[in-house]
């Protein structure tokens, strides 16, 4: 299973992340869509090769076609706006921040699955990618589709962890390397 991969994968120094890796993934309460959306367009933010491919293939087999596409499509389409509007929001000119983006953004309106479950996906992969605006936006939109603070934390949750496994797994892999002559 991915997770016991990826949990014997962490040095004895992250015990934590091993039992947060139990505890937010897999003991999650949220529906499937949401939970394995969630890891999978995380995992793709991290990027952390080691996380992605050990959790893509348990995300591909529970996430339907359209889900599947959907939460990598979250990835990348945040991937571009998180940079944009946590620049326009840390700029002193906030000038920027009114002018007209100009950028493709045709998944947000148009997911292919719940709009909730997208806005959940993209909201997980914001925190990672530490955009406040972007953070703010799709956690409004989500609170207004009735979806509850308890499952907008797990998506945080979710969030947290991958990036921190990601991180512990990537340094370890760079230092296990021979140093370059």
């Known amino acids: 299973m991915a997770l016991d991969e990826l949990k014997a994968a962490l040095p004895d120094y992250a015990k934590d992340l091993k039992l947060n890796l139990s505890a937010v993934i897999g003991n999650s309460e949220l529906p499937s869509q949401q939970l394995w959306g969630t890891v999978l367009s995380c995992a793709m933010a991290t990027r952390s090769a080691s996380v992605l491919r050990e959790l893509e293939p348990v995300a591909k087999a529970e996430l339907s076609p359209a889900a599947y596409n959907a939460a990598k499509g979250a990835a990348a389409i945040m991937g571009m706006n998180n940079v944009y509007y946590r620049t326009t929001h840390l700029l002193s000119d906030k000038d920027y921040a ?84």
């Open 98 to 181: 009114g002018m007209r983006a100009g950028l493709r953004m045709n998944i947000i309106g148009t997911p292919g699955v719940e709009k909730a479950d997208f806005e959940l996906w993209c909201f997980a992969v914001s925190a990672i990618n530490g955009c406040g605006q972007c953070l703010d936006s799709h956690e409004g939109v989500l609170r207004k589709a009735g979806v509850d603070q308890e499952t907008i934390q797990a998506s945080i949750k979710i969030a947290a962890v991958l990036q921190a496994v990601a991180s512990v797994l990537d340094a370890e892999a760079a230092l296990s390397t021979e140093a370059l002559v």
